[in-house]
């Protein structure tokens, strides 16, 4: 099995998985935009899917052939459940699975999923050997810790003893949520256990980078592999360029009306889509031009794709 993390440059960019955001839909738009070096799926419930099927997980591994490489990031507390839709994420085109240790939604951490596996190490442990039973690589994206900064030297040891092939840190606790800065300074140490312990996994920092030139600065002074920029596409949809530009009016609304038309695209029987989430996206398009906030405000109003595309005509 091709293992396409062996070959991403240094370092590389990833899009953020995130819930309700990072669809088929949205991957499309930044493709266009800007395209990052590596996709992640939203994060999927193993255990939902096991038990229900598709109808479980609302369309999150619905994905385009042409997208890639791709990531399917899944979580769950059962290594059955877990080893069952890594195994269909091969039969669906995936590159890899990525287990995520670190949402730290409550209905996520009370299964014992996403942030939860912070406090069952064994558990965890378990997990990313099923995962593997697919035959696909398998990444670890997880937090520094569950309640205190100083979990991470045992937690991230842990993690890096699993043989994966990447470890993607949110470099906050499950309690800081994002309240607080992201603790860059532990990169250094971080990547010192790294080194240590698994010099073959590459190493991920996520938190607060929004922006390409501040990724390759940290990684240019630390010596990480890789970045991953989450909501900082809300602030610039073409950061994953190599060559930051200006970009116009006409640019930026462009990507809208390829939202809205991938969003009637693939709005089906099957998956059908709700108009109002797309809302959220709007501030991404339409900003940084004269009269931007006034459109905005007529945009919010709209009730369909139809009327916010006859109030940008």
């Known amino acids: 099995m091709k293992n396409i993390w062996h070959d991403l440059p240094k370092p590389f960019f990833i899009l953020a998985p995130m819930e309700a955001v990072t669809d088929v839909v949205f991957r499309q738009v930044i493709a266009k935009a800007a395209a990052p070096d590596l996709y992640f799926s939203e994060f999927t419930n ?36 877990m080893a069952m839709l890594a ?43 099923a ?76 938190g607060d980078i929004d922006t390409r030139e501040d990724g390759e600065r940290i990684a240019q002074e630390t010596g990480i592999d890789g970045v991953m920029i989450g909501r900082g596409v809300f602030k610039n949809p073409f950061v994953f360029e190599k060559a930051p530009q200006v970009h116009t009016r006409d640019e930026l609304l462009g990507l809208l009306k390829l939202q809205l038309d991938l969003h009637d695209k693939w709005d089906t029987l099957e998956h059908p889509r709700k108009f109002d989430p797309l809302k959220r996206f709007f501030k991404i398009y339409v900003r940084d031009f004269d009269g931007a906030a006034e459109l905005r405000d007529k945009l919010m109003h709209a009730k369909s794709t139809d009327e916010v595309r006859a109030i940008l005509a």
């Open 46 to 81: 193993a255990t939902g899917w096991a038990a229900a099927g598709d109808k479980a997980i609302g369309g999150r591994l619905i994905k385009t052939n042409s997208e890639g490489p791709i990531i399917a990031q899944l979580w769950g507390s059962k290594p059955d459940a």
């Open 87 to 129: 195994t269909h994420c091969k039969t669906l085109g995936f590159d890899g699975i990525d287990i995520n240790m670190g949402c730290p939604d409550s209905s996520a951490v009370k299964s014992g999923g996403g942030a939860g596996m912070i406090r069952t190490p064994e558990l965890a442990a378990e997990m990313i050997a």
């Open 131 to 206: 995962a593997k039973s697919s035959g696909l690589p398998v990444s670890v994206k997880t937090r520094l810790g569950y309640s205190r900064v100083d979990e991470w030297p045992a937690w991230l040891e842990h993690l890096l003893r699993q043989d994966i092939v990447n470890l993607t840190i949110h470099l906050r606790t499950k309690k800081e949520m994002s309240k607080v800065p992201a603790h860059h300074e532990l990169i250094p140490a971080i990547k010192a256990l790294r080194d240590k312990i698994a010099p073959d996994t590459l190493l991920t920092i996520n």
